[in-house]
């Protein structure tokens, strides 16, 4: 039997993945990063931010990816049947061997498209209320300090800082560079206006030259509208030409026709105020001619009233003679009479001095007398006391018990006066002169009452 001759290329099979690596590795080094256009199908954002999408044209269809850090940087809302324009890498994804497109970024692909992204937002921000009036701030009449975001090498920066240079000077500008067109200016023109609203100034400008619809897209993102809306400062905003219209326009506090309009308007209060300060210095310098011509008028007058120094001098010299004169004679009047009032105080003191001889006599006569009194009312109260000291002994009690009588007392101490009131029997108490005895009644010899009634 006869082996089979082996197939050409016979040997160990290629792996899928070998497979499918080195298919996309040969489609990413034969295609260039390159621009694709074509109509946006099953448009899907995943939870993870990325964006995935086809890109069909009549004849083929390609899926595509945009990974999270591009996709929302978008300046427009990204929806099926929107026609775009993708830069994108032409790559194979291994996992299930699809060809796709790896995009970077993306544009509307005609003047179609923009508007109507433009008509969706506007009519969004519209609802919300970012466009009333009754939340659109005055500018500053006299700002101090201004932010304007923009290119910092476009014509509108050089416009802006010639007009506020020209027409006021002083004011303080702070430029806060950013893109202006392009998938990455809405995102800087954004956060440039966030920043702007944390420096303290006065007023804030947001301005962009003339550009196509596409240049000036940047002008109608979502994002860009409410950091507008969000900004506390008053935001003014000059883009593209005086038919240029955005959202950022509509949200703005003030809207102008170009940036050099916009310089205009935020410091048309200083021109305002110059030209009114012009206007009072020259009122100033008329009044104060006239205030200086009417002192002059005075000054003639006065002068033509003022008399030579040295007969002023001696007019004062004679009036000070005259008034020391009449000072001395009134000091000579006053002097006169003081001393006579002082002599006449001193007769009357005179003729009040007491006599202190005589006074001291009849001190020695009334201490006398008083002596004499003392001796006599003394020897009064003796006598008086003796007196009363012999009536007290007559009535003593015990002067009468001394000659020979006695107290009787029953035996609650009460004394007895009466031999009625006595029982047989009935124990008593005697107290003598000297002592005392207790004693008990054998009889009682009672006597009758005497009737003192007379006539009876």
Partial sequence: MVPESPMPGSGPGMPVSELVRRARLTLERSFPVLWVSG????????????????????????RCVM?????????????????????????????????????????????????????????????????????????????ARLAVVTSASGAAL?????????RARHIEVTVLPCLVQGADAPAQIAAAITR?????????????????AEDLAAFNDEGVARAIAACPVPVVTGVGHETDFSIADFVADVRAATPTAAAELVSAGHVEAAARLIGLAQRLARAMRARVERRGQRLDDLSSRLHAPARQLTRAGERLHALHARMRRAHDVSLAQQRRHADALTQRLHDRRPDLARRRIALLRLTERLRTSARWLLETARHRSGLNAAQLAQLDPAAVLARGFSIVRDSEGR??????????????????????????????????????TPGT
């Fill in 39 to 62: 109509e946006l199908s099953g448009v899907t954002r995943a939870a993870s931010g990325h964006l995935y999408f086809s890109l069909k044209d009549e004849l083929a269809q390609v």
């Fill in 196 to 212: 702007a609203g944390r420096l303290g100034c006065d007023a804030l400008l947001l301005v962009r030259g003339g550009g196509s």
């Fill in 415 to 452: 004394i007895v006066r009466d031999a009625a009131a006595l029982a047989a029997g009935q124990g008593l108490e005697l107290q003598f002169g000297r002592g005392a005895a207790g004693v008990t009644v054998n009889r009682v010899d009672a006597l009758a009452a005497a009737d003192e």
């Fill in 67 to 143: 990974f999270r850090n591009r996709s929302q940087l978008l300046p427009f809302e990204v929806r099926a049947g929107l026609r775009v324009e993708v830069r994108a890498q032409v790559s194979l994804y291994e996992a299930r061997g699809d060809f796709q497109l790896t995009v970077d970024a993306m544009r509307p692909a005609g003047p179609g498209a923009l508007h109507d992204a433009f008509l969706r937002l506007k009519a969004k921000l519209e609802q919300e209320g970012l466009f009333d009036a009754a939340r659109k701030r005055p500018l500053p009449a006299l700002p």
């Fill in 158 to 166: 050089r416009d802006v800082l010639i007009t506020l240079a020209r």
